[in-house]
């Protein structure tokens, strides 16, 4: 297959991270990172990807391509994150052209374009799908701070899991943000999953400055929602 040729308006990629070895279980892999995002979430740790007015330069996608052509071989894939990838229409050309190439890929999401994710699954171009659970669909308007179609949220859901591929949901862990009391709907919402991350919060750079002082849930409060989830999902970890 030839490269598709992807401008920057339909992809814009502000960052790439070499070599991960974290990113992509059991794989060593590159990281894209994509600019834009349609959530505004308070503890957000890349607010370069998110805010329109602290982007970064965009890296054009051929250059991307051309760095790719000398790590054949060497790398088994490439992670695409954000901000938000699927709000490029670029995504599923760049996902054809990393699959031609011989990649693995795997996508994070917030899980907000189903139909994009459908293209993906069925031209089987991503190989892995980690999705974030932002909180119980009630809640998740309020966590991300935009008007959210929870519909959307649950579409993606159960696709990603219907389909087999391999996955992981996983939700940010920040105290102010999210009940213990919430993870009986979180479970029910991702029942059937594969595997279920539960993240602690690292205090740090946030989106909003409010939340650079959030805290997490402690060690024995974790182990409690890992064994709530544990009742849903095939494996939950703590991270
Ligand atoms: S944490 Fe929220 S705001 Fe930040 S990239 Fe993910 S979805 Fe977007």
């Known amino acids: 297959m030839t490269r598709p040729s992807i401008n920057s308006r339909d ?26 995002c349609n959530m505004r979430c308070g503890y957000c740790h890349n607010p370069e990807l998110v805010l329109p007015e602290q982007f970064l330069d965009t890296i054009p996608v051929e250059d991307i391509f051309d760095w790719l052509e000398t790590r054949r071989g060497k790398l088994d894939g ?3 994150t954000g901000g938000e990838p699927t709000m490029h229409s670029g995504l599923i050309d760049f996902c054809r052209g990393l699959k031609s190439m011989g990649f693995l890929v795997k996508l994070d999401s917030n899980g907000t374009h189903p139909d994009m994710l459908q293209t993906m699954l069925d031209e089987k171009i991503v190989d892995f799908i980690a999705m974030d659970i932002k909180g119980p669909l009630e809640h998740y308007s309020e966590i991300a701070a935009r008007p959210i179609d929870t519909a959307a949220i649950q579409r993606s859901v159960r696709m990603i899991i219907d389909s087999g591929i391999d996955h992981e949901f996983r939700t940010t862990i920040v105290r102010s943000q999210i009940g213990m009391e919430d993870f009986e709907l979180i479970g029910k919402l991702v029942e059937g999953s594969k595997r279920y991350a539960l993240q602690r919060f690292q205090p740090g750079k946030t989106l909003s400055p409010q939340f650079e002082r959030e805290t997490t849930y402690n060690d024995e409060e974790l182990q409690i929602l ?12 703590i991270h």
């Open 11 to 36: 992809l814009a990629i502000g960052g790439l991270q070499k070599l991960t070895l974290v990113d992509y279980p059991g794989h060593t892999a590159a990281t894209v990172f994509t600019m834009g």
């Open 78 to 80: 490439v992670c695409i």
């Open 226 to 237: 890992k064994a709530t989830m544990e009742r849903y999902v095939t494996q939950c970890v």
